[in-house]
């Protein structure tokens, strides 16, 4: 309890010390006092219990409280009567008794009415054996009030009805004390308000069974030991509605199944067996006193049982729920890798015989990370939620739909080897999934890459969808939102990948990485204007490595932030040394250096190139960024943020391969670039009344309007850099002026201010 939870329990508990020392006084004070100390312990429970729930309780929480509130003034109501009309008090009792016991019985059912909404505002499970415990329990009890009160007051041949209908109240004491032994056994928090209502349901209890006794001349006791005792309701059960901790009465509460507890386990034996027992050992009665024993004791073996067969049951049900959660997706409820392996497995089994093909859809959301990485995971979940729906409407019934990875489903088939069934299904799914998603955010497009893998038996379920993964990465490397056939060629391809990777991981400490630069020049005055920074990789198991293989790799498995960080410190240090050799005369150089997707995306670039211009002292407008369309438009609203970041440093952005994306010119003017680089795609025909050049002029005009500069890549021929020249083009690069080398042979660019 915190310590703020402990001072407002403070009212609870100074009600319960003032209600135990009126108590103390009302038993061991002189009988004159008797009276008052009732008059004021039942005014002072009155009040808390108008007090209590208006301050522990929303409004809508407080109906147990009123009905229980409302059954304190029905005692009170009775105790005035039993006080202003003695002959109510006679005993034996005569018909005057049933005035105030009316008010009693009403006030009983408002009690139990109130432990009863409790009850269900704590909503105990359905397979929680409280239910069932508490019923043996209050079976218990009503066997040995029947055995010990009523049946004897029946039997007792002085007895009028009144003193017999007396003699049934402990039977309402053991229907309340079943719903308290509810709320105890269901679960939930146990706390001082349940132990309260717990103490003084029994303490009721005991009066009425001793008020019983007494009127069926069985036990001498006082009234006052009676009227202590229903005293105590009126210290425990407001004290429980002062307490902070009242609110878990009536709020949902979390039931954690726990091994019976060792008491648990002596309470339900001793009321299985004593009145077993009991029946066994006194002697024969009446014909109507034994039926109603072997009834009850009949009752406590079925509800015995019931408790045997509703725990077994309940244990079933929890394996099969564990067990779907082993072979079923959490999220979209789909079946997993596991359950997917079993069922291609057993289909294989037959699929010799039976002349079955066994076909596999691997189908990979695209670009799904944009989805989590702008909307959220939330978005995220529904929209993989919506797709497994949509999934399940394409297929057959005896097809199976799972989910293996985070946005990755797999389909499979069993069909004859003639039907193309997996090809018109990937064909319907590209479609079905092209479709606008409704979420949550509003509508939703996607795509998918879809790799299909075939078996006619003998293959493992696990190769097969490997072999489906592997055609999937086939198709999104063709472009995505397409379908790919495996084939034995994309397994030696995957080989030669892996092989790749494993080699490329510690490259970079292994010194295996170099950079290379390619000049960038200016076409005006063909002066140098810079260099463009190039990652080459040399393995000496795999010899030079292309960058078009290894950085794709680099990419996906996010070794790129690595060494692209390494790569700009590398150009940044080289431009330093080169700009000291030339001396502080000559024309500034810059250094181009490209920046993966996965570093735009990533929060520590923008430190990377902060650090990097502290260590080396370059002027910000010397070091160039470049960056990609598509990485771009990935998420824009993500890349603006690092890219006016790193604007707001001073550094030069570059949309790098123009013309190869979405060219799109009103995300362009939102960007902070001041350099567009010109994809050699556009260059290789220019000067020759090529189709590209109208495309060019166009690309030109429009920057130049927007006041960037423009670099044409891929400059090979003196007709391209001429044509370039007259159309205004700022700078070229490209094999004209030299390739990418190591520093060590581009010294003749930095030695001379103008290029041969």
């Given at each position: 309890?915190?310590?703020?939870?402990?001072?407002?329990?403070?009212?609870?508990?100074?009600?319960?010390?003032?209600?135990?020392?009126?108590?103390?006084?009302?038993?061991?004070?002189?009988?004159?006092?008797q009276?008052?100390?009732?008059?004021?312990?039942?005014?002072?429970?009155?009040?808390?219990?108008?007090?209590?729930?208006?301050?522990?309780?929303?409004?809508?929480?407080?109906?147990?409280?009123?009905?229980?509130?409302?059954?304190?003034?029905?005692?009170?109501?009775?105790?005035?009567?039993?006080?202003?009309?003695?002959?109510?008090?006679?005993?034996?009792?005569?018909?005057?008794?049933?005035?105030?016991?009316?008010?009693?019985?009403?006030?009983?059912?408002?009690?139990?009415?109130?432990?009863?909404?409790?009850?269900?505002r704590?909503?105990?499970?359905?397979?929680?054996?409280?239910?069932?415990?508490?019923?043996?329990?209050?079976?218990?009890?009503?066997?040995?009030?029947?055995?010990?009160?009523?049946?004897?007051?029946?039997?007792?041949?002085?007895?009028?009805?009144?003193?017999?209908?007396?003699?049934?109240?402990?039977?309402?004491?053991?229907?309340?004390?079943?719903?308290?032994?509810?709320?105890?056994?269901?679960?939930?928090?146990?706390?001082?308000?349940?132990?309260?209502?717990?103490?003084?349901?029994?303490?009721?209890?005991?009066?009425?069974?001793?008020?019983?006794?007494?009127?069926?001349?069985?036990?001498?006791?006082?009234?006052?030991?009676?009227?202590?005792?229903?005293?105590?309701?009126?210290?425990?059960?407001?004290?429980?509605?002062?307490?902070?901790?009242?609110r878990?009465?009536?709020?949902?509460?979390?039931?954690?199944?726990?091994?019976?507890?060792?008491?648990?386990?002596?309470?339900?034996?001793?009321?299985?067996?004593?009145?077993?027992?009991?029946?066994?050992?006194?002697?024969l009665?009446?014909?109507?006193?034994?039926?109603?024993?072997?009834?009850?004791?009949?009752?406590?073996v079925?509800?015995?049982l019931?408790?045997?067969?509703?725990?077994?049951?309940s244990?079933v049900?929890?394996?099969?729920?564990?067990?779907?959660?082993?072979?079923?997706?959490?999220?979209?409820?789909?079946?997993?890798?596991?359950?997917?392996?079993?069922?291609?497995?057993?289909?294989?089994?037959?699929?010799?015989?039976?002349h079955?093909?066994?076909?596999?859809?691997?189908?990979?959301?695209?670009?799904?990370?944009?989805i989590?990485?702008?909307?959220?995971?939330?978005?995220?979940?529904?929209?993989?939620?919506?797709?497994?729906?949509?999934?399940?409407?394409?297929?057959?019934?005896?097809?199976?739909?799972?989910?293996?990875?985070?946005?990755?489903?797999?389909?499979?088939?069993?069909?004859?080897?003639?039907?193309?069934?997996?090809?018109?299904?990937?064909?319907?799914?590209?479609?079905?999934?092209?479709?606008?998603?409704?979420?949550?955010v509003?509508?939703?497009?996607?795509?998918?890459?879809?790799?299909?893998?075939?078996?006619?038996?003998?293959?493992h379920?696990?190769?097969?969808?490997?072999?489906?993964?592997?055609?999937?990465?086939?198709?999104?490397?063709?472009?995505?939102?397409?379908?790919?056939?495996?084939?034995?060629?994309?397994?030696?391809?995957?080989?030669?990948?892996?092989?790749?990777?494993?080699?490329?991981?510690?490259?970079?400490?292994?010194?295996?990485?170099a950079?290379?630069?390619?000049?960038?020049?200016?076409?005006?005055?063909?002066?140098?204007?810079?260099?463009?920074a190039?990652m080459?990789?040399?393995?000496?198991?795999?010899?030079?490595?292309?960058?078009?293989?290894?950085?794709?790799?680099?990419?996906?498995?996010?070794?790129?932030?690595?060494?692209?960080?390494?790569?700009?410190?590398?150009?940044?240090?080289?431009?330093?040394?080169?700009?000291?050799?030339?001396?502080?005369?000559?024309?500034?150089?810059?250094?181009?250096?490209?920046?993966?997707?996965?570093?735009?995306?990533?929060?520590?670039?923008?430190?990377?190139?902060?650090?990097?211009?502290?260590?080396?002292?370059?002027?910000?407008?010397?070091?160039?960024?470049?960056?990609?369309?598509?990485?771009?438009?990935?998420?824009?609203?993500?890349a603006?943020?690092?890219?006016?970041?790193?604007?707001?440093?001073g550094?030069?952005?570059?949309?790098?391969?123009?013309?190869?994306?979405?060219?799109?010119?009103?995300?362009?003017?939102?960007?902070?670039?001041?350099?567009?680089?010109?994809?050699?795609?556009f260059?290789?025909?220019?000067?020759?009344?090529?189709?590209?050049?109208?495309?060019?002029?166009?690309?030109?005009?429009?920057?130049?309007?927007?006041?960037?500069?423009?670099?044409?890549?891929?400059?090979?021929?003196?007709?391209q850099?001429?044509?370039?020249?007259?159309?205004?083009?700022?700078?070229?690069?490209?094999?004209?002026?030299?390739?990418?080398?190591?520093?060590?042979?581009?010294?003749?660019?930095?030695?001379?201010?103008?290029?041969?």
């Open positions: 309890m915190t310590r703020v939870d402990a001072i407002s329990a403070r009212p609870a508990w100074l009600h319960v010390l003032i209600g135990s020392a009126l108590l103390a006084v009302f038993f061991l004070g002189p009988e004159w006092v009276t008052p100390v009732s008059v004021v312990v039942m005014i002072l429970g009155m009040a808390a219990l108008y007090v209590g729930p208006r301050r522990n309780l929303q409004p809508a929480d407080r109906l147990p409280w009123r009905l229980i509130r409302f059954a304190g003034y029905m005692f009170i109501v009775a105790s005035v009567i039993r006080a202003l009309v003695p002959s109510t008090m006679a005993t034996p009792v005569t018909a005057m008794s049933l005035i105030p016991n009316s008010f009693i019985l009403l006030a009983y059912l408002c009690i139990g009415f109130a432990f009863t909404v409790m009850l269900r704590r909503r105990a499970a359905e397979d929680d054996p409280a239910r069932i415990d508490a019923l043996l329990v209050g079976l218990a009890a009503a066997f040995l009030t029947w055995t010990f009160v009523i049946a004897p007051a029946i039997d007792s041949a002085g007895l009028t009805p009144f003193q017999i209908l007396d003699a049934l109240f402990p039977i309402i004491d053991v229907v309340l004390l079943v719903l308290v032994a509810q709320l105890m056994l269901a679960g939930g928090a146990q706390n001082p308000p349940l132990w309260m209502l717990i103490v003084a349901a029994g303490a009721m209890f005991v009066a009425d069974l001793l008020f019983s006794l007494r009127d069926a001349l069985i036990v001498d006791v006082s009234q006052a030991t009676i009227t202590g005792l229903f005293l105590v309701l009126f210290v425990l059960i407001p004290a429980s509605a002062l307490h902070p901790s009242s878990s009465l009536v709020e949902p509460q979390q039931i954690v199944v726990r091994d019976m507890s060792p008491v648990r386990l002596v309470v339900i034996g001793f009321v299985v067996t004593v009145p077993t027992v009991i029946t066994s050992l006194m002697p009665g009446s014909f109507a006193n034994d039926l109603t024993r072997a009834g009850l004791c009949a009752l406590l079925l509800l015995t019931a408790r045997v067969v509703r725990s077994n049951n244990r049900r929890a394996e099969r729920a564990t067990r779907r959660r082993a072979t079923h997706d959490a999220l979209t409820d789909l079946p997993n890798r596991e359950l997917l392996s079993e069922t291609v497995a057993r289909w294989a089994d037959r699929a010799t015989e039976e079955l093909e066994i076909s596999l859809l691997f189908i990979d959301l695209d670009r799904f990370k944009m989590n990485d702008h909307w959220g995971h939330q978005v995220g979940d529904e929209l993989l939620c919506a797709v497994a729906g949509r999934l399940g409407e394409q297929v057959r019934a005896e097809d199976v739909v799972a989910r293996i990875g985070g946005d990755e489903f797999v389909i499979a088939l069993a069909s004859p080897s003639h039907l193309r069934l997996a090809e018109s299904l990937a064909d319907r799914l590209l479609d079905e999934l092209a479709r606008p998603f409704e979420l949550s509003g509508d939703v497009v996607i795509s998918a890459s879809i790799g299909v893998a075939k078996s006619t038996g003998g293959a379920a696990l190769e097969l969808i490997r072999d489906a993964d592997t055609a999937m990465y086939k198709a999104k490397g063709s472009g995505r939102n397409a379908y790919a056939m495996f084939d034995t060629s994309l397994r030696e391809q995957l080989r030669d990948r892996v092989k790749l990777e494993q080699s490329l991981r510690g490259a970079l400490e292994r010194g295996e990485l950079v290379h630069f390619q000049p960038i020049v200016d076409l005006a005055t063909e002066e140098l204007d810079g260099f463009e190039l080459r990789w040399y393995s000496p198991e795999l010899g030079f490595v292309s960058p078009i293989e290894f950085i794709p790799i680099a990419e996906e498995t996010g070794m790129i932030e690595e060494m692209g960080a390494w790569l700009l410190r590398e150009s940044a240090h080289q431009l330093l040394t080169w700009t000291g050799i030339r001396g502080p005369g000559a024309r500034p150089l810059h250094v181009s250096v490209n920046v993966a997707v996965r570093q735009l995306r990533d929060g520590t670039l923008v430190k990377i190139v902060d650090d990097v211009l502290r260590e080396t002292g370059l002027p910000p407008n010397a070091l160039w960024l470049e960056i990609t369309e598509s990485g771009v438009m990935e998420d824009i609203e993500a603006l943020l690092t890219l006016n970041a790193l604007h707001a440093l550094v030069t952005l570059c949309i790098d391969d123009f013309g190869t994306g979405y060219s799109s010119l009103s995300y362009l003017h939102r960007l902070p670039v001041g350099i567009v680089k010109i994809d050699r795609s260059i290789n025909d220019v000067g020759q009344a090529g189709t590209n050049e109208p495309i060019v002029r166009a690309v030109l005009a429009m920057t130049h309007a927007m006041g960037h500069r423009v670099v044409a890549e891929g400059v090979e021929t003196e007709l850099r001429d044509w370039l020249r007259d159309q205004g083009c700022d700078l070229v690069q490209g094999w004209l002026y030299g390739k990418a080398d190591r520093p060590a042979n581009l010294t003749h660019w930095i030695e001379r201010p103008v290029a041969a």
